[in-house]
């Protein structure tokens, strides 16, 4: 872009050609803009500073109810075709601006994948309308924004027509730092009217190891590059220091350096997309409708909770592990050691229809890349929204204006430590989601709702990443993105899709093979349906896959996993089965090689791992292991990695499952023969040797019906037999509590960190299996010196100047808890429910939405 020169004469107006100007719109705003700020004006309405426009938003919204103050849709009322004109006008364009943006990209991960969304926002940060995608990072986006209003960026870096800002720090507004969010400013005639705003993630973003997702450092400084909402051009052009200093950080320029382009391209077709909506409109309409569209979505979201969910407290808890005892290439010592999450959730469904998620009793951060922040687990509870209580096209902030978050202080979920480690927060954000599925889905069942029934996301992995020396010999990243389609939990009428979807991008892909091989040099030996792997129940949940890789040409390659391995996070519902957890399978040193030229067999797939196939078709240093989470390890020409995909938990007693569905489930590769005898009682015969389905197994499989029935009967003597009354169980479980009786020293460390981070959580626990007020966990010395290492650290947080609804980050669980609706505070019982009273019997005076 040329420079630009703004002359004026001696009255102060300004004239220019617009043949002579790069963005002659922009050039204008710009100097209207600097007209206002050199009158002591601020960027936002009416003159105001956008800290003011904020503050103002605030307390409206506080005092009223509703969004901005908005207690009447009068656009919408009074003329909602045009409402709905406009309104699908910007969403549309928003998913044109993805779609179209997308091919400029050159990683798979965007290209393939659809790892990318975009949002329109109001100056204040509040999401209008999104694109179709990854929208998790809708409401990250919308917190980096927040952050630049809460600390004065008007002031300084300044804020004006044709900046560009960039975010992928994850506690300003991010998941993890792979996720680099792009966002420009939208002027009209002076005043802030609107951002535009694009995410996606990146292949590598220079950490301590190859990879977007590194899982070898303790500490933030391993994470690779932090950006905190930097300002990196102006004019829409971009810095030269940043042009120069950005892809040098990164083992893979070319491909940043494009899908930075992707994100500025989508960005710029938004605001022309704004811009031709208020020549359309006019202004007043366009702010009217930034604000009526997200109280109308706040109202949509709470109608919904009313008439889908029973008021009351839905409680579960889910744990995933993380172990590094032992493992090589840690960047520290005190990092060498084993983590278990803990997720002890519940969704507090109110009457009005807001809920508030509470994490109360959550374990202490960890020296390892797996903690969350509030920005992260924001941005996952809205991403699970949109694919169950709003899965319709009023998409935004509106819902979020309808919940809170309880997110105790120092634990994985709030760590307010700039020193912790992100660079997979998904790994605990997942699992720490599954039982809010279930929360739903009881409510669900409570009110007769049963087709949106659904047991839950799968854990998303294994995540195949790590780089080195590529087959073009230069230095170089790989992030395989096929973890995108993961099995589906089961549903109430149905069965899980098989490896269809994950929970941060519904619209999940797995991408093609050669595609991925022009990126990896990672050739594909096989890729297959993964049976055994979506959990066991009357509805079954969806089966992941494998990818069978080698290594070809390469030098100095690390390769590394990261799942779930002993641990299934995500359990079943209603007597289903969880999905199976993780495993590591690869061989180095192979014969591989000789083995293609001499014409012979070799591993395509492992889908028996109990069957030795593996192990018989390939010579080496094969590594089999039950854990999920390895350290980069180096690799070298013609080894092999299995990429293993997981599967969705079931729903319902497995005996109840049509024994002929069993038959078609071993047809279609998602049970092995063996596996329907175990888990379903179904007991089948070969009749034929030759004919193949997509089975995993050669041969054609027959219903015993006889043999089945009586299976069945056993199976539930069995189960009588072993029956005992829930208080005999808890006698002899609240013993071994209390007695320290073979418990595993991992298991202990959690609750007592648990217990260490919440005094509710602590009464809770005592209170339930009758312990004494002075009961603690006996920790080994190792375990003592983790906890008391991590607790003393204390807090570095990054919020310096909050607003009043983001103080709620950095008050919560303390006897001097600020202001908010929480309905956890030291005053609260952790058992306390709503009581019997409590209903939706007041009928709503809303209208109803086009999804009611």
Known sequence: MSSEQHPSDASGEKEYEQSEESFPRMQEEKRKVQTKLENGEGIGWEGQSLREQFEDLEEKTEKTGHYAGFEKLSLKDENPIEYEQMFAQLRGELVNARETSKEVAATPIVEQEGELCYGLFTPEGDSIAISTGIIVHIHTMSEAIKYMINHDYEESPGIEPGDIFVNNDTHVGNVHPCDIATLIPIFHEGELIAWAGGVNHVIDTGAVGPGSMNVSQASRFGDGAYYTARKIGEELEIYNSWKNDFPDKTRTPDFLKLDERTRMTGCLMIRNAVNDLIDDYGIEKFKQLSREAIEDGRRGFRSRIQKTMLPGTYRGASFVDALYEGQKNLSRAYASENHLMHAPSELHVREDGSFQVS???ANKWGWHPYNCTPAAIQGGIWVMLTQTVIPNKLVNDGAYYSCDFHLPEGSWANTQNTETAHAYAWHFLVSAWAPLWQHLSRGYFSRGFREEINSGNANTS???????????????????????????????????????????????????????????????LGRNVKPNTGGAGRRTGGAGFESMRTIKDVSRWLLYEMGNGYMSSD???????????????????TDLKERFENGEDYPQSDLDPESGDFESKIEGEVTRRPEGISTPKEFDDYDMYLNYLRGGSGLGDPLEREPEKVVEDIHDGYVLPRHAKDAYAVVVNKVDDEAKHNSAVQGEWELDEEATEELREERMEEREERAQPVSEWYEDERLRIRDDEDLIEDVKKTYESSMRMSKQFTDFYCDFWELPDDFRFSLSEDAEKSLENRFKTGMKKKWKNPTKSHETWLGVGRDDEPEVPYTWTSERSIQDLSGPDASFETPSKEPATDDD
């Open 571 to 589: 359990s079943g519902l209603f007597g289903g089965y969880p999905a199976a957890s993780g495993y590591i399978l690869n061989a180095q040193d």
């Open 359 to 361: 994490f109360e009793g």
């Open 462 to 524: 294994n995540w195949l990443q790590g780089g080195g020396i590529d087959q073009f010999d230069k230095l170089h990243a790989v992030n395989s993105f096929e973890a995108a389609c993961e099995g589906t939990g089961a549903r109430y009428v149905d069965d899980g899709e098989p490896h269809a979807a994950a929970i941060w991008n519904p619209e999940g892909d797995m991408g093609d093979a050669e595609v991925w091989e022009m990126t990896e040099p990672l050739p594909f």
